[in-house]
């Protein structure tokens, strides 16, 4: 950001003081200011909303800020009146010294400065997100039990193909009626047994948390200008 435009939130920056145990925001309550820690540490903790089995807890310090969601609303041409709804719950470890960017002047902000709609400002806000960092971590573990189950189904596959293979060859020359029926039954279970897994697999991608990515704005006016 060029110095006109840091000049101009630093002047709209309202020094705040928080005591231990207090909480700054809590999930699913309206965001009414962008927080920029000067002194202190907090807890951050997402439920997802409340949805059964999440739970996601770190830590901010010094340099670190909170109540990004109202960036994102500030930046949106077409958001209204109503502002966005905390992700996160913040609670003050220690006291904590703070800037407070209310959501008033945040959009005045953006209304009047065009370089704070970049996109290389946009990619350090992501970077530097907690909930933009929650998200892609919890989008890369569930890419990666998916791709973890397909490789493990195809090598249980392959592995009950060759004892197939390995079983017909036996049964070659002069084998009985009664060995021939004991693999055919084998086979039959084993392919039971296969669905039997493949559906648990399916149930269990199902169940894996898949967190809401974060809203994004829509910057095709802007970019058709």
């Not at 945040?106 to 709609?117: C, P, Y």
């Not at 970077?127 to 990666?144: E, K, M, N, P, V």
């Amino acid at each position: 950001m060029d110095e006109r435009l840091l000049d101009a939130i630093c002047e709209r920056l309202k020094p705040c003081l928080f005591t231990e145990h207090t909480y700054i925001v809590r999930e699913g309550d309206p965001v009414d200011e962008m927080l920029f820690i000067i002194r202190g540490r907090l807890e951050s903790v997402t439920t997802d909303g409340g949805r059964s089995g999440f739970f996601n807890r770190s830590f901010l310090k010094e340099a670190d800020f909170c109540g990004e969601e109202l960036l994102t609303w500030a930046l949106d041409p077409k958001s209204g009146s109503n502002l966005p709804s905390s992700t996160r719950t913040v609670k003050a470890l220690m006291e904590v010294e703070a800037f407070a960017l209310t959501a008033d002047e945040l959009k005045f902000v953006a209304s009047q400065f065009r370089r704070l709609h970049s996109r290389q400002v946009q990619h350090t806000f992501r970077f530097y997100s907690q909930q933009w960092r929650t998200w892609a971590a919890c989008f890369i573990q569930a890419a990666w039990r998916r791709y973890s189950k397909k490789k493990l189904m195809k090598l249980r596959q392959k592995e009950e193909d060759a004892d197939e293979s390995e079983g017909s060859h036996e049964t070659g020359g002069g084998s009985s009626y009664s060995f021939g029926a004991a693999l055919l039954a084998s086979k039959f279970a084993a392919h039971t047994l296969r669905g039997v897994h493949r559906n648990r697999l399916a149930k269990t991608a199902r169940e894996l948390v898949k967190l809401q990515k974060p809203p994004e704005p829509d910057f095709s006016a802007d970019d058709a200008d």
